[in-house]
């Protein structure tokens, strides 16, 4: 006996939860929310300017988990505003080799760095970035 099919949605949702959920807890984050209601396909975070020196930065997460179970994940944690457009992305990106890569617009494009990942679970993605956000934003 066989359980539930896979559904990559759900298991994209469930991964989205579980980050927004650990966006929650870290000191850098003021909310975060999930989008749309109900079955998300990404989530927003509003960075706290006090602990990240940057006023009105967002943090947007895309994760999708994969057409099959055990399918290395698609996701991006990429940071907007006035002063800041950068993230870690791990997706085919015809600019980089391999899928994990750095990214940062410097002028009307974007300069690309490889960049390794030592996890692909959701909340150890989380911390690691979150960390380096902060001390990207420092900067």
Known sequence: MSGPAYDPGEASHRALRGI????????????ARGFPEGEFTSVVAELDPAVV????ATLAVRWFAGEQPGADPEFSFHVGGPDADFGWHHEPNP?????????????SAYRYEPYSFSSLAPARVVWKLMARLTARLEE
């Open 20 to 31: 927004r959920q650990e966006l929650e807890r870290h000191p850098a984050v003021s909310v």
């Open 53 to 56: 020196g940057n006023e009105d």
């Open 95 to 107: 600019h980089v080799k391999g899928w994990g890569h750095f990214q940062r617009r410097e002028g």
